[in-house]
């Protein structure tokens, strides 16, 4: 499967953006799919995650409330509704998929190519 994240840019405070990322794969909906971001200098962390029917959603500590994962299968598409948007969110933001959810980086490998979310103070 091939995936291509999409929907970043640059945007204030306070601010939202929403994220598409898409599938190639008709197997789409057979895979937990995952959201993660990478700021400058730091590593890759974890956002969130969704099971392959939408049935369980995880999310990281520090976007619980503001950042909301969603999935259409028909559409191969997995989304990240992203609110509340901080200087700290600026990060460039990577799909991925796995037969199985993990909240580890290492344990993902198909990703997308990322999308830069800028978030300005």
């Known amino acids: 499967v091939q995936l291509q994240a999409s929907g970043g840019g640059l945007v204030q405070a306070g601010g939202s953006l929403r994220l598409s990322c898409t599938a190639s794969a008709r197997t789409f909906s057979r895979y937990v799919m995952g959201w993660f971001r990478q700021a400058p200098g730091k590593e890759r962390e974890f956002v969130a995650a969704?099971?392959?029917?939408?049935?369980?959603?995880y999310y990281a500590d520090a976007m619980k409330g503001r950042f909301a994962i969603s999935r259409d299968n028909a559409e191969n598409t997995v989304y990240l509704q992203m609110n509340s948007l901080k200087p700290e969110d600026t990060a460039v933001y990577y799909c991925?998929?796995?037969?199985?959810?993990?909240?580890?980086?290492?344990?993902?490998?198909?990703w997308g190519r990322g999308t830069l979310v800028t978030v300005s103070s």
């Open positions: 991925a998929a796995n037969p199985s959810y993990s909240a580890n980086v290492r344990d993902y490998r198909t």
């Open positions: 969704i099971t392959w029917n939408g049935d369980r959603l």
